[in-house]
């Protein structure tokens, strides 16, 4: 029960704002660590991605490194097409192995080798040395022409990037055709070198874009129009999706994952956060060349591989490690400078970029759980060159900004590949362990929640409304006490000063009657009702002949009904007079002594002024009694409220109608104490209650 000073001050909106508040209280702590909890395990999750983004970017790259230092240890005389194998004095000249075709680098994507001199005339391995009949060396003439065609391939690649001289030219197809079918024949005088070229290209490859020309220009290029070169190198390559910089990444959760591993990142990447790989520097080798090349291949008419008499010359070299770059015309090219003799020569691999990046990134890439929640980037100097986004090539993004999620890992590659970065960002981040126990908890405290608020505010309502009507019950008593009290002490003042006649006294004596009788009434229900209340209900059922049951009735609420000015009116069928009910006879008197002065108190102003008490039996084998008024019945948005405890449809304070609100609410219990049922129809006029009990054998 609510105290009686708060059910003054509450209503709907005050409780429910209480209750509101109250809730936030809870919900709010709750909420947040929901939201703790979830976002522990989101970084958890991320967490153990990461790791597997980090593991997978360490494979590539030990893939590459691998792949970087067989390369390296090429010796300077793998670059042309004849060898001198084992000890230089046993003179034994055999193919390089960088001769072979179709090309058998190790490495995904390698068009071919080259080699450039100090005045830019490119040759390579594929090719025997110029003037040797390429048959005499066991290469048929379809082979020599399909090296003759990579070999221009290639060139025309170095040359559109200027790294060869721009008018230098391989002997063209139908000389080195000729050379093939005619050795002795003379070779057209080649171009003129390019007076312009300089080695320096090579050097301007790495240094940053901004600072280096677009294109990799002549050395003239480089010493002129340096403005408009360097304005030229900010802008996107032509051959990249978008730039790095452009694509959104929210890099929070790497930075916290970064702060738990500690150094780890420091540790393999340098204070600039470019990759070093330990031991790489510059090496001396010695090594032996056949001292004419057309001689030596003249020897080997029919073993690719013979001893030679020819001078094997021995010489010293020293040899830089491999540097990377991307050209312009999308080509990876790894290159390494040889010095020989005071002249520096270039020695690299042309790589096809989408080659090489599908072989070792890609395929890398999508076989692992990465594949189908993040974007794989590959970066180049701030350019974004390719990207795979799981799946089939078909769902690649094609545009910087498809790219825009929470950064992964990022990590460039071991030098020389360190210009190349691996950005892995998240599309969509699975749940972690515990994640679906977490929403089933979120969900199951929503429903606590709002199945809390909904029961506590309904019932803090009902007992703000239970307080109200028991105030208002409490009120109806006292007014129901105060007139019959007040009534029969006037008219017993009257009768004992004598001042009332003999006829008047009977009239005084049936009034005081009828007071003591409601007021017994009155008192019957409330102690009933305490009963009912205290869950203390007194029976005393046994079977009962309905036939007196409803004579007994009769006599009881007879004078009753007549004293109010109405008329009763009995309708018994014979068969239900037969029936056995078990009942307990005072209960059943009380019950329709309620259900007649309820239809008294109503129907009062009726034009007809008449109670109708029936019996009948049911096809379902019960004895239904009815009473009926001929009032205005009850409005159907109260027919399923009368039966509360309390209720009135009037006003205390506006009410016209006598009662304190419990004579239905204590039918309804009694009824149903007994195993019985009660309902209430609308008549036109009136309204009847019909009232069920089953028939006992």
């Known amino acids: 029960m609510l105290p009686k000073g708060l059910t003054k001050g509450f209503d709907k909106r005050r409780l429910r704002n209480l209750l509101a508040l109250f809730f936030l209280a809870l919900a709010v702590p709750t909420v947040v660590l929901i939201w703790q909890a979830y976002s522990q395990l989101k970084w958890e999750a991320f967490h153990q991605y990461r790791g597997a983004a980090e593991e997978l970017v360490r494979r590539i790259d030990t893939q590459v490194s691998d792949m970087i230092r067989v390369a390296d240890a090429r010796s300077f005389a793998d670059y042309t097409f004849l060898v001198v194998s084992g000890d230089p004095s046993a003179k034994f000249v055999q193919r390089s192995p960088l001769s072979a075709y179709p090309v058998t680098a190790g490495m995904p994507g390698v068009l071919g080798h080259f080699q450039v001199d100090t005045d830019g005339v490119f040759s390579t391995p594929l090719l025997p040395p110029e003037g040797t009949p390429a048959a005499n060396l066991g290469i048929a003439e379809n082979e020599f022409t399909?090296?003759?065609?990579?070999?221009?391939?290639?060139?025309?690649?170095?040359?559109?990037?200027?790294?060869?001289?721009?008018?230098?030219?391989?002997?063209?197809?139908?000389?080195?055709?000729?050379?093939?079918?005619?050795?002795?024949?003379?070779?057209?005088?080649?171009?003129?070198?390019?007076?312009?070229?300089?080695?320096?290209?090579?050097?301007?490859?790495?240094?940053?874009?901004?600072?280096?020309?677009?294109?990799?220009?002549?050395?003239?290029?480089?010493?002129?129009?340096?403005?408009?070169?360097?304005?030229?190198?900010?802008?996107?390559?032509?051959?990249?999706?978008?730039?790095?910089?452009?694509?959104?990444?929210?890099?929070?959760?790497?930075?916290?994952?970064?702060?738990?591993?500690?150094?780890?990142?420091?540790?393999r990447f340098g204070a600039d956060g470019l990759a070093f790989s330990p031991g790489r520097s510059k090496r001396k080798e010695q090594i032996a060349l056949p001292e004419t090349a057309q001689r030596a291949a003249s020897d080997l008419i029919t073993n690719i591989v013979g001893p030679t008499d020819l001078r094997i010359s021995t010489f010293e070299s020293e040899i830089d490690p491999f540097e990377f770059s991307l050209l312009d015309s999308g080509h990876f090219v790894l290159?390494?400078?040889?010095?020989?003799?005071?002249?520096?020569?270039i020695q690299g691999l042309l790589v096809d970029q989408e080659t090489f990046t599908q072989d070792i990134v890609g395929a890398r890439f999508i076989g692992t759980t990465l594949a189908s929640m993040s974007n794989l980037i590959v970066a180049y100097q701030d350019d974004v060159i390719h990207t795979f986004g799981g799946g089939d090539s078909s769902s690649y993004p094609n545009v910087a900004t498809d790219l825009d999620g929470a950064l992964l890992y990022r990590s460039r590659l071991t030098a020389p590949l360190d210009s190349l970065e691996l950005i892995i960002s998240i599309k969509r981040l699975p749940p972690g362990p515990g994640a679906s126990v977490l929403g089933w908890v979120t969900l199951v405290l929503a429903f606590v929640f709002v199945g809390g608020f909904v029961a506590l505010y309904r019932l803090g309502w009902s007992q703000i409304k239970l307080a109200r009507q028991q105030q208002d019950f409490v009120s109806a008593v006292s007014h129901e006490l105060k007139t019959p009290l007040t009534s029969i002490r006037m008219y017993g003042e009257m009768l004992k000063e004598g001042w009332a006649d003999e006829e008047k006294r009977q009239s005084y004596y049936e009034f005081i009657h009828d007071e003591s009788e409601r007021l017994s009434r009155l008192i019957s229900n409330v102690l009933q009702l305490a009963r009912i209340t205290r869950n203390e209900p007194q029976f005393d059922s046994r079977p009962t002949n309905v036939g007196e049951l409803m004579s007994n009735t009769e006599s009881?609420?007879?004078?009753?009904?007549?004293?109010?000015?109405?008329?009763?009116?009995?309708?018994?069928?014979?068969?239900?007079?037969?029936?056995?009910?078990?009942?307990?006879?005072?209960?059943?008197?009380?019950?329709?002594?309620?259900?007649?002065?309820?239809?008294?108190?109503?129907?009062?102003?009726?034009?007809?002024?008449?109670?109708?008490?029936?019996?009948?039996?049911?096809?379902?084998?019960?004895?239904?009694?009815?009473?009926?008024?001929?009032?205005?019945?009850?409005?159907?948005?109260?027919?399923?409220?009368?039966?509360?405890?309390?209720?009135?449809?009037?006003?205390?304070?506006?009410?016209?109608?006598?009662?304190?609100?419990?004579?239905?609410?204590?039918?309804?219990?009694?009824?149903?104490?007994?195993?019985?049922?009660?309902?209430?129809?609308?008549?036109?006029?009136?309204?009847?209650?019909?009232?069920?009990?089953?028939?006992?054998?």
């Open 146 to 267: 399909s090296r003759v065609e990579l070999a221009q391939q290639i060139q025309a690649v170095l040359a559109d990037n200027r790294l060869v001289q721009s008018r230098q030219e391989i002997a063209g197809r139908r000389r080195l055709e000729a050379a093939y079918m005619e050795p002795e024949a003379p070779l057209e005088e080649e171009n003129e070198a390019d007076e312009d070229y300089s080695q320096q290209v090579f050097d301007a490859l790495n240094q940053p874009r901004k600072d280096a020309p677009s294109g990799f220009g002549t050395a003239a290029t480089l010493a002129s129009d340096s403005d408009a070169l360097v304005a030229s190198r900010a802008l996107q390559r032509n051959n990249s999706i978008g730039k790095v910089s452009d694509i959104k990444l929210d890099a929070n959760l790497q930075k916290k994952s970064e702060a738990v591993e500690g150094k780890e990142i420091r540790d």
């Open 335 to 345: 290159f390494r400078k040889v010095w020989r003799d005071g002249e520096r020569y």
């Open 556 to 697: 009881k609420i007879s004078s009753q009904v007549k004293r109010a000015g109405f008329e009763l009116r009995f309708s018994r069928a014979d068969d239900a007079d037969q029936a056995m009910i078990n009942i307990d006879e005072d209960c059943f008197a009380q019950i329709v002594i309620n259900l007649v002065d309820n239809a008294i108190k109503f129907s009062k102003n009726a034009e007809e002024k008449a109670i109708e008490i029936s019996s009948r039996r049911t096809a379902d084998n019960r004895v239904l009694i009815s009473v009926r008024d001929f009032g205005p019945g009850i409005p159907k948005d109260q027919m399923k409220k009368i039966f509360e405890l309390f209720y009135r449809s009037e006003s205390e304070l506006t009410r016209e109608t006598v009662g304190t609100g419990i004579g239905l609410a204590i039918v309804h219990q009694l009824t149903l104490a007994m195993d019985g049922g009660i309902d209430m129809i609308n008549m036109e006029p009136g309204a009847e209650f019909r009232i069920t009990f089953s028939i006992v054998d």
